[in-house]
Each structure stands twice: as C-alpha cells, then as structure tokens.
C-alpha cells in the first residue's frame, strides 16, 4: 500500500484492515498521532485525511490509500508554527500536550471549513476530543482567536503577562 | 524499528471490491465474512482483541455511498456516512446528528449502523429506531440472490444478509426525543423515533429499550392519547441493564419519549 503523509509519498506493508494510528506511529514512526484511546473516544488520534478531520485509531489504513494524511508533524516547524498553533501557545493551550495535536488537527479543519469564533460551534466542532488537563476554556478562546484571524506576538505569552481577558475574551 | 499492527492477524484474508456486483459476490453466502463499512465498530474491536475475522469485507470502495432522490422515494447507500444523513427531516436527521460526534459520523457508515446488533457493553444500532419509524425497505444480497425487504424483516436475520442500501418515502411529517448522552462516544441510551406517512400510517420505533430498534406497536395502537401510548410502549420492549442505563430508568423513560413525539407529531399535523 502506498500512503501519502504530509506530503511524502510512503509505501506500508501492513493489512489494508489495520488502524491507521498504528501504521503512522508504529510503522512510519510519526508519533505526532497519539493512542490515548485506541477506540475513537477521546480525539488525541486525530488526523487530516483530504483535509477532513478523521480517527486515525478507527480509520482501516488501505481506505487512506490515495488520500493526503496531515499530522501535526505536517502543520508548521516549530520556527514557523501555523495560525493555530501559534494561538495555543499565546493562549497556554495545552499543558501536557496529549491531546493537543489532535485538537490542532480538528481546529484547523474547522477554520479550513468556514468555521467562527463562536464558542459553541467550536465546542460541537470538537465534541468528544478529551483534555485530561480540564484545559478546555484556553483551547477554545485559542481557536476562537485563530477563527478570527488574530495575529499573536509569541513574545507576549509569557507567564504573568497573559490573560484570555485582554485578547478580547467573552467577558 | 517498523512494527506491523497488532490488530489485525496476518492470516486475515481482506476483500476490497471495486463494485456492487464484485461486493455481493464477495459476500457469497456470508459465512465466516466480517463486514467492515467505514471501520469505527470493526476496528476497535480488532484493536482489543474482541473480533478476529478470519475473512474482512472492506466495502469502502465498493460505490454503495450516496443519496439519492426518486420523487418522495429516498435511498440511502449502504456506506453513506452517518453525517449526511445530519440535516434530514426528523426523525432521521436529529437521530443521525446524536450519533458520536463530527468525525465518527463521518467516517462510519449507515449500513454499518443499521447493522450493528448489542456490542459489549449496549446496543449500538443507533439509527435502527428512526429508520424504522419511516417504514424503510432495505435491499440486501446473499447467494448472490438480491431482494428487497421491510427493514424490520432484514435486522430480525441479523447480518446474514449483505445490506446494499435502505428506502424510504418522505413522511409527511416526524419527530424525534432522545435521552443527551454523557460523551458524544456513548451509544443512544433510549430514544424514540415517530412519523406519519403521507398516506397517514403512524409507525413509532424505540432504540436503546433492547438490543435491537424495536417497532412500539402497542403504543401505535394507542397513539391518539399520547400518554397512554406512552405506557402501552412498555409492552413492546424489555429493556435491560447496560452500561449506559438501568431497565429500571429506561422504563421511567420510555413513555416520557413516546409521549413527547407524539405531541410533536399531533402539533405537525
């Protein structure tokens, strides 16, 4: 089988029937996927597949064949970080950082669809993606802030200079 | 080092057809044949070690997706995935959208739904009760012989037909109530599915009171007075304890949904 990850063209061995996530981390290394669930509960797998946000943990790898798979590796170096990315580190969006790739991954296929600052609408966007860090209030102004196209100085972010109040937050 | 997926046994034999016809014949009299749609039951069952097929029918490339539109006739390829069903007149349409969330939706299927019978810890055939409630036909293969058949007919030989696609004409009016779920990941816990059919037949259909979507033809029967009906229900189903319920709530429950699609459906009337 022949993958096409972030660009690069990979040929696989694995049965077509595999998950996805375990040929991306355990055959082509990319760890950015994370196996939190294994059983498409808790988003920390997801990746792009043309585009559309997918489990990669439920996705039989041969039905990604000819497809375009984004990981996170995918989305920016960490010298040129994409829009999203940068607002979740200007709003300390992640914490331990498990769920976070999955979260970028479906934020930016929101954003990718039209998708606006609207909290709600980001919160159906992303049901069932899992923060065990409870961190959720930072990652939606995150992706609210990204919606709207804000720019982010990253040189502002640190601790005691950052409050969501001041970046024009729902208050 | 590169490590193979330990889901799947290399012994497992995988068809993919390109077609309909090469999916029926691959099907063949489905013995010993695991159906995989869009993959979001079969694969994680595999991952833990609950399903080990010996021969995997991947049908996602086998062109059964689609919706189509003949008049008021609506037909609903097996692989379409839920999330389109999402903005359909009730009952299917708010059921479609209380299943999983955006990115399970769209990658598992109707069929793969409609097919699905109780799992390990509930019943999962979340879009049974609203299909049911629409009167659908579904078209399946086995032998390679193809017939179509009241959907209640097909759920009741439990996967051993290959579902195609399911039809349904557009109901002159439907309505839908079901319990939140506490994570977009749980199955439907209990719902209740209702419409009226242009030449006025009321079918109600019940999801979570059993293993399988059940037709409530007792509340049916009973369905000018919306809270008797509502009790009548109960007669038509034996819920159980499960993970996502008790029988003992489902039961408090059930009439409450009944009644409510059926106020819904005397105020669309």
Redesign the interface.
Known sequence: MNLTVNGVAREI???????LL??LR????ITGPKAGC????C?SC?VLVDG????S???????AEGTQITTVEGMGPPEDLSPVQQAFVHYYAAQCGFCTSGMLL?AQAYIDRGGTDDPEAIQ??L??HVCRCTGYSKIIDAIAAAARGDSFDLTTTAVGKHTTMSNGGAA | M???????D?A?E?L?PSSEDEAIAAFGDGADVVV?G???I???D???RRLR?SK?L?L??AGLSGITKDGSRVTIGATTPVQELTEMAAPIGPCASNV?????R??GTVGGNLCAGEGSEAPRGDLQGAFLAVGATARSAAGGDVTEEPLEDFLAKRGERLLLSVSFDEPAAGAFAGLDRP???DYTALAVSGARATDGTLRLAATGAGSWGARLLSAEAAAGDPAAAGEAALQDVSPRDDALASAWYRTKVLPVLVRRVLTELKESA
Do not use: K, N
């Open positions: 061995d694995g049965s077509a029937l595999a998950p375990d040929v355990d055959e082509l290394g294994h059983q498409g509960g988003g997801t559309e946000p997918r489990r943990c439920l996705v039989p790898a041969g039905y479906a159906h966007a049901a069932g | 590169a490590v193979a997926s330990m889901a799947v290399a497992t995988i993919m995989v869009g993959g979001t079969v694969v994680p595999m991952t833990y097929p995997a991947m996602g490339r999983a969330d955006l990115e399970i769209s990658q994570h977009t990941h």
